[in-house]
């Protein structure tokens, strides 16, 4: 089957890799040519890398750059079996970009987004053959990153969800079913890894590099939450979450930080810009945690317990099955363990317990107990 692939930025160019990496050939197009040229040195230069290092011949790396066609326009995307969609996240955009990819396309060939925010329905609708459309929704590097969630939206037919989810895992990574609702599992369960982190931050109850050691060291986590929202760029991370909390009719438990947004602001992006919650210019050195094992434990604690609760919620309205939601965030973000299996592990009735009494101290909706959690406990139920 031919893979086609709109838009050869990050996540385009990624896709594209997997795809022809897994065998198939590849039609690669973007609506600015410059992309494209980038693209294909960028491609040359990992395949150049991953043959220093052993991973393939000169020929097997070769035949994988070979399988990608940069396309001239979307008319070559004519014979695809299916086309996954990365381009700019704009729903105008890529309803406008669906209506035309339909027009040209058979009606077998799968429709796909790549979109991390967007509703699927609303870009499914720009179709007739609406049933066609699906969300895909790799992780940034799409080569290394094993975990893609499958979006179908209301409109998609169980063949489409189907066959998708059967080529993306013959491409080696583990998917995961999600409903169609804002943040799908990952962006939607991980929140409060950096929105609890900014919000005892801010409590003055400790300060980056403590938070960021607490999670590592006591933890498990491979990245402390500033350290990661510094990775991730303090812009993009921060639209994400408004775009989340906007998603969700204002629902306090996803509420942005100010704390952010000012980074955000100043121009302290994180890495990319040299300077985020720390400081990556040359010469200068990382603040010392101050390494205080009880508060700690503490921070991971609360830390943990709202992430537990994200992802108890999101199992009591079905977003996804109990390991699909695990596997997400152990694949998707690295986690050190499922968050439903560790919450087994600390016991329903603790996690009630802590979510209750913080609950009573602040009188804020976003301490509020899932109920699916609640009533497990009333059974003494556990997740596995
Ligand atoms: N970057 C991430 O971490 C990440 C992760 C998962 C999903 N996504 C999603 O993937 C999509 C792409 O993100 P990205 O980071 O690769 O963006 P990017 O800016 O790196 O690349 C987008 C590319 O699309 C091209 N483009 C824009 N409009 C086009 C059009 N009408 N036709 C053809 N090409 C067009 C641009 O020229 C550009 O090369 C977005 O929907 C984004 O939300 C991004």
Known sequence: MIVGVL???????????????????????????????????????????LVEKGKYSIEQAQTIQDKIQYGKS????????????????????????????????????????????????????????????IGIHFFNPAPLMPLVEIIPAIQTSETVKNNAKDLIDSWGKKTVLTKDTPGFIVNRVARPF?????????????????????????????????????FIGNDINYTVTETVFAAFYFDPRYKPS??????????????????????????????????????????????????????????FLNIATREDIDLALTKGVNYPKGLLQWADEIGISNVVDYLDSMYDEYREDRYRCSPLLRRMDAKSATFY
């Not at 600015?32 to 150049?48: F, H």
């Not at 919000?199 to 999670?215: K, L, N, S, V």
């Open 258 to 315: 100010f704390t952010q947004k000012r980074h955000s602001e100043a121009g302290w992006l994180g890495r990319k810009s040299g300077r985020g919650y720390y400081n990556y210019a040359e010469g200068s050195t990382k603040p010392e945690p101050k390494k205080d094992d009880a508060l700690g434990k503490e921070i991971v604690e609360r830390i943990l317990i709202m992430l537990i609760n994200e992802a108890a919620d999101a199992l």
């Open 74 to 133: 979307t008319q070559d995307f004519a014979s695809c079996g299916i086309i996954i969609e990365a381009i700019i996240e704009n729903l105008d955009i890529k309803k406008s970009v669906f209506k035309e990819l339909e027009s040209i396309t058979s009606k077998d060939c799968i429709l796909a987004t790549n979109t991390s925010s967007l509703s699927v329905a609303a870009i499914a609708a720009a179709c007739e053959h609406d049933e066609r459309v």
């Open 194 to 230: 950096y929105g609890e982190a900014l919000r005892i931050y801010e409590e003055g109850i400790a300060d980056f590099a403590t938070i960021d050691w607490a999670m590592t060291e006591h933890g498990g986590f491979r990245m402390g939450p500033f350290t990661l929202m510094d």
């Open 7 to 49: 838009g050869a930025g990050s996540m385009g160019s990624g896709i594209a890799q997997v795809a022809a990496t897994a065998g198939h050939k590849v039609v690669l197009f973007d609506a600015n040519q410059k992309a494209l040229e980038i693209s294909a040195t960028k491609l040359k230069k990992v395949m150049d890398r």
